[in-house]
């Protein structure tokens, strides 16, 4: 099936707005309140025709509510589909491919499914990317290494050309998209972990501490900065470089790393079984924004 949709979505007017919003984790109420505070309608759901939302992935899991967001979603990639961008995440991917890790809670059948035919369709990729001014972002589950980078991508000097890269492994090199680090292996860190799995501390920012960033990136999946515990994360001798080089933003649940060449902005609001409040998406207005889906058809 190939998604019946331009390759390459444009925003070209001044005025238009990109938010990118971090781990739903199941929590239906709090993405309908941010939805609204962006300019949602208040009855319908419907977006304003200035918006457009990129979602990070995990949009299931641990929150009361993961069926009801999955449908959520599928009304806006149905009735909005130029204005919905939904990345996918770890947590979504254990209902595309074989699991990969125990987890107590199970989406229905036909949240799966409609998980399985935005997959197929081409409406859930890996990565996209968004210009503004001088500034471009890669945006991803969990963000690119720089080994994954390097390695797997042959280091694109663009976001966008990154983003079209990793979307056309889908179907075609899943096990680099999918590599998994110390989240599921323990103490085994993979600097090449793949951009559903990278762990920020210990994995994401310690490559990139040492390699000048070719762009900015936009993150959801997991931060250096423990928002529970509130204190940052510490993996190896990176960690205290890496803790002065990063700004938080505590009402809004974002972390900015800032490093050579632009900066890793982590936008997991951290939600677990009850909602980690406050937390906003990451607004973008930029004077051109393209989101770039991936491959259609790939299968699964
Ligand atoms: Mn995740």
């Known amino acids: 099936m190939t998604p019946d949709r331009p390759d390459t979505v444009r925003a070209e007017r001044p005025a238009h707005r990109v938010a990118v919003v971090g781990d739903v984790a199941g929590h239906l109420d709090e993405l309908r309140t941010e939805l609204r505070r962006l300019g949602a309608d208040g009855g319908t759901g419907r977006l304003p025709d200035d918006l457009t939302i990129i979602q990070v992935g995990d949009l299931v899991h641990r929150g009361p509510a993961s069926d009801a967001v999955v449908a959520l979603v599928d009304g806006y990639l149905t009735h909005q589909p130029t204005q919905w961008v939904q990345l996918v995440g770890n947590h979504e ?153 990063t700004v938080l933003d505590e009402e809004a649940k974002h972390e900015s790393t800032v490093l050579a060449g632009g900066r890793i902005i982590g936008i997991d609001p951290g939600h677990g079984g009850r909602p980690h409040t406050p937390w906003r998406a990451w607004e973008i207005r930029p004077r051109r924004a393209q989101a770039v889906p991936g491959v259609g058809g790939s299968g699964i």
């Open 93 to 245: 991917a254990q209902y595309l491919r074989d699991p990969v890790f125990d987890w107590p809670e199970r989406i229905s059948d036909r949240s799966r499914d409609t998980l399985r035919r935005w997959w197929a369709g081409g409406q859930m990729r890996v990565a996209t990317c968004v210009g503004a001014d001088a500034e471009s972002f890669l945006i991803t589950h969990a963000g690119v290494t720089a080994g994954f980078w390097r390695g797997t991508l042959g280091a694109p000097s663009s976001a966008e050309q990154a983003a079209t890269t990793i979307n056309s492994l889908i179907g075609t090199d899943d096990g680099a998209l999918f590599r998994a680090g110390t989240m599921l292996h323990g103490r085994r860190r993979a600097r090449s972990a793949g951009p559903v799995w990278a762990a920020t501390a210990a994995e994401l920012l310690p490559g990139w501490l040492a390699t000048t960033l070719p762009f900015s990136q936009i993150h959801g999946h997991d931060s250096i900065f423990d928002w529970q515990r509130r204190r940052f994360r510490s993996a190896d001798d990176s960690a205290d470089d890496l803790a002065r080089l």
